[in-house]
């Protein structure tokens, strides 16, 4: 019966003995598998997503925030408008430069136009003055009794015709015999004595003078008194 007895307590020890190995070792690989490492390694994993996040983020030292790229962007426009408004007035002052150039331009082609026609109507004008002379030599020597014939008529008829047409062209005699002497329209060919005029003043014409418009074509060939 005692043998019996320690045989029981033998077992019922063996079997706790098992248990608490069993247990032992579940509780040794929880530890070894569930506790430490695996927390271990999320934490390096986080550890890792914050250094990527703060390597991925950018430095505000380099990066400048809204408010002052604003301010520069809108310094770099205050620049740009001006630079673009000083090359408008630029290109303003060369129109209103080159607007005078050509108005100026404009007068002098106008004006040397017209001194290069009056410069060939003068030379055609001196060329027909003498003829005009001719005409007037030639009636003034025609007899009283004579003036009345068809040929006179004829010719003091082309005369009178030849010294409108110069008229209607701004050809116009200089007024010579009773007028003070003017060098600038008159050439004093000889001085005379005459009681009757003043000093100075022209008492016969030789050859009558002609102006063009304001120029004068021929001086008039005058004797003044002395």
């Given at each position: 019966?005692?043998?019996?007895?320690?045989?029981?307590?033998?077992?019922e020890n063996?079997?706790?003995?098992?248990?608490?190995?069993?247990?032992?070792?579940?509780?040794?690989?929880t530890?070894?598998?569930?506790?430490?490492?695996?927390?271990d390694?999320?934490l390096?994993e986080?550890q890792?997503?914050e250094?990527?996040e703060?390597?991925?983020?950018?430095?505000?030292?380099?990066?400048?925030?809204p408010?002052?790229?604003?301010?520069?962007?809108g310094?770099?426009?205050d620049k740009?408008?001006?630079k673009?408004?000083e090359?408008?007035a630029?290109?303003?002052d060369?129109?209103?430069r080159?607007?005078?150039?050509?108005?100026?331009?404009?007068?002098?082609?106008e004006?040397e136009?017209?001194q290069m026609?009056?410069?060939?109507?003068?030379?055609?004008?001196?060329?027909?003055?003498?003829?005009?002379?001719?005409?007037?030599?030639g009636?003034?020597?025609?007899?009283?009794?004579?003036?009345e014939?068809?040929?006179v008529?004829?010719?003091e008829l082309v005369?009178?015709?030849l010294?409108?047409?110069?008229?209607e062209?701004?050809?116009?005699?200089?007024e010579a015999?009773?007028k003070?002497?003017?060098p600038?329209?008159?050439?004093a060919v000889?001085?005379?004595d005459?009681d009757?005029?003043?000093?100075g003043?022209?008492?016969?014409?030789?050859?009558?003078?002609y102006?063009?418009k304001?120029?004068v074509?021929?001086?008039?060939?005058?004797?003044?008194v002395?």
């Amino acid at each position: 019966m005692a043998d019996e007895k320690d045989l029981e307590k033998d077992a019922e020890n063996t079997t706790d003995g098992e248990d608490n190995t069993g247990s032992k070792d579940v509780q040794d690989g929880t530890e070894e598998t569930g506790g430490v490492p695996e927390g271990d390694g999320t934490l390096e994993e986080g550890q890792t997503e914050e250094a990527q996040e703060e390597d991925a983020a950018p430095d505000d030292s380099k990066t400048a925030s809204p408010g002052k790229k604003e301010k520069r962007f809108g310094k770099k426009k205050d620049k740009a408008t001006q630079k673009l408004e000083e090359k408008i007035a630029g290109l303003e002052d060369q129109r209103v430069r080159q607007l005078a150039e050509f108005e100026n331009f404009r007068k002098r082609s106008e004006k040397e136009k017209s001194q290069m026609f009056e410069t060939g109507a003068k030379s055609v004008i001196e060329k027909i003055l003498p003829v005009i002379d001719n005409f007037e030599r030639g009636l003034a020597g025609v007899p009283a009794e004579e003036k009345e014939a068809p040929f006179v008529q004829g010719v003091e008829l082309v005369y009178k015709q030849l010294v409108t047409a110069l008229e209607e062209l701004g050809v116009k005699p200089i007024e010579a015999v009773g007028k003070e002497f003017d060098p600038a329209i008159h050439n004093a060919v000889m001085a005379v004595d005459d009681d009757t005029l003043e000093s100075g003043t022209i008492a016969e014409e030789m050859q009558k003078g002609y102006m063009y418009k304001e120029s004068v074509v021929r001086h008039s060939m005058v004797k003044v008194v002395n």
